[in-house]
C-alpha cells in the first residue's frame, strides 16, 4: 500500500517568518509529486508539479524542492503572510495516474 | 482563469437512495477523476476516466458507484443506493494530458442520514 505522510500536522507562525513542511512518499516507481494549496470552501489550488530529482521550483514567495532517490519533498514559504493560511496537500502520482495524498499541513499564520 | 465547477455543493440524502454529482471540467482537458474525502480522512482517488471509459478505478469504487459523461461538457458520479459511509466531500478534477496539472473542483459534500 502507498502511503505519503506529511508533517507537521499543523502550524502556527507569525506574519513575516519563513517555514517549511515535508512531504515523504516511496522512492520506487516514481512518476511525479504534486502540490496543492486548498483553503476553506475552496478547490484545491494546483501549486506545484515535480518531477525530476534535484527539481527546484518556485511561485512567489513559495518554492518547493525534489529528492526523489530518498522519497521527500520540501515545501518552503518566504516570509509568511496571513493570506498564507490553509492546508498544503502533497500527492505522488502512480503510474495508474492516481493521486495518493498525504494527511495535509494545516498552516496558520497570525498577524 | 478555466475552472472546474461542481454542483451541487451539498446535498443531504436518506440512507438507499440514489444519488449524481455532477461536474463541469475545463474544456479542453481530456482526462477526467473522482476523488472523495471522508471527514478527517485523507483525499483518495475513486476513478480515472479517459476516451469514454474507465481507465482506473480503485477497491472503494465498487458497483454501487457509476460514471457518465453524457454530453461534450459534463461529468457525472452516480452512487445508486447510499451508504451511511457514502459521506464525504466528493471532488472532481480533470488535466489536459497525462502527467500534467491535475485541477480540482471545490467539491460537493454529501451527508447520508
Given amino acids: 500500500i502507498l502511503n505519503v505522510e506529511q508533517s507537521p500536522q499543523s502550524l502556527h507562525v507569525q506574519e513575516g517568518d519563513s517555514t517549511n513542511f515535508t512531504c515523504s512518499f516511496p522512492s520506487s516507481n516514481f512518476y511525479a509529486l504534486h502540490w496543492y494549496r486548498w483553503e476553506t470552501a475552496k478547490s484545491p489550488e494546483a501549486l506545484f508539479v515535480m518531477t525530476l530529482n534535484g527539481d527546484e521550483k518556485k511561485k512567489g514567495r513559495i518554492s518547493a524542492t525534489l529528492n526523489t532517490k530518498e522519497g521527500y519533498s520540501y515545501l518552503y514559504i518566504k516570509g509568511s503572510q496571513p493570506e498564507d493560511s490553509a492546508t498544503y496537500l502533497c500527492a505522488f502520482l502512480t503510474g495508474f495516474q492516481k493521486l495518493v495524498f498525504g494527511t495535509g499541513t494545516r498552516l496558520l499564520v497570525s498577524p | ?113
Fill in chain 2, 1 to 113: 482563469e478555466p475552472e472546474v465547477t461542481q454542483t451541487p455543493s451539498h446535498q443531504v440524502t436518506q440512507m438507499g437512495q440514489e444519488v449524481i454529482l455532477r461536474c463541469v471540467p475545463i474544456s479542453n482537458h481530456l482526462y477526467f477523476y473522482w476523488y472523495r474525502q471522508i471527514l478527517g480522512q485523507k483525499v483518495e482517488f475513486l476513478v480515472s476516466f479517459y476516451n469514454n471509459e474507465i481507465s482506473e478505478k480503485s477497491e472503494i469504487f465498487d458497483d454501487q458507484f457509476s460514471v457518465e459523461r453524457p454530453d461534450g461538457s459534463n461529468f457525472t458520479l452516480k452512487i445508486r443506493s447510499t451508504k451511511l459511509e457514502d459521506s464525504a466531500m466528493y471532488f472532481c478534477a480533470s488535466s489536459e494530458a497525462l502527467g500534467n496539472t491535475i485541477y480540482f473542483g471545490e467539491g460537493s459534500w454529501l451527508t447520508v442520514v
